[in-house]
């Protein structure tokens, strides 16, 4: 998939001499959101729930991410191990990629969550900030947040954000800050997937006999169970 963002240089050998830069591309962040993820939210929230998302706070999870992924020790050096003095990827391996994208979704998640929980009387936002926060509130992060974790988990656990969206979803969900609830709804094609029908479909004229439903799970989230999650993950 094209990429949304890169963190640069790869190498922690080059983070660590030199330092990194972090590039969003915001024209292809903006067609994910609106061809990928608000079309996805309506299949798996309710009405109300899949309003909740906005591009905003999509771009702030994305920023946070990345700022996260600069974050934490490049080297083992803990003397008594065996891999003292390598690169972390080096020492963990083939799970390193997973758990690094997994260490900078949900902490780059908590991380945002903290910047909006201040109180800014004793720490003031800085300078022209209130502008990109006017459409950002922490329950559309946090629907925006559990949206994307069923963007990324599309990419299966071959891949490392896949992998990793698949671990922070089954914590989340094992701690009740995901629920699930199954309900009825009316779709003029639940097959090929129009979502909208589900909500904008009229069906006062229908009989009960005749009405095409189905079986359908929607997802719930608890912001304060998510943030109380998001830090016992990390």
């Not at 999509?58 to 390598?86: A, D, I, N, Q």
Request: charged fraction near 20%.
């Amino acid at each position: 998939p094209q990429p949304t963002a890169s963190n640069l240089p790869s190498p922690g050998i080059l983070k660590g001499k030199h330092g990194s830069i972090r590039l969003i591309l915001a024209n292809v962040l903006k067609a994910k959101y609106v061809h990928i993820l608000k079309p996805g939210a309506k299949l798996v929230y309710d009405r109300n729930d899949a309003a909740k998302l906005s591009f905003e706070s999509f771009m702030l999870c994305v920023v946070y991410h990345e700022l996260y992924h600069g974050l934490g020790p490049k080297r083992v050096s803990l003397e008594s191990s065996p891999h003292y003095g390598k690169l972390i990827n080096a020492a963990m391996g083939p799970i390193h990629s997973p758990l690094e994208e997994a260490k900078a979704n949900i902490g780059g998640f908590w991380g945002l969550l903290r910047m909006l929980r201040r109180d800014p009387a004793t720490l003031p936002f800085p300078d022209g900030i209130e502008d990109v926060l006017a459409d950002v509130s922490i329950g559309s992060v946090c629907h925006t947040f559990v949206a994307s974790l069923f963007r990324s988990m599309r990419f299966g656990l071959h891949e490392a954000h896949g992998r990793a969206a698949m671990l922070q979803f089954h914590f989340l969900l094992a701690r009740g800050a995901i629920t699930t609830a199954i309900s009825r709804s009316v779709s003029l094609d639940s097959i090929a997937g129009v979502a909208d029908a589900e909500y904008d479909s009229d069906d006062s004229g229908l009989s009960e006999d005749w009405k095409p439903t189905y079986a359908r799970t929607s997802f719930k989230v608890h912001p304060d169970k998510l943030y109380n999650s998001a830090y016992a993950l990390l």
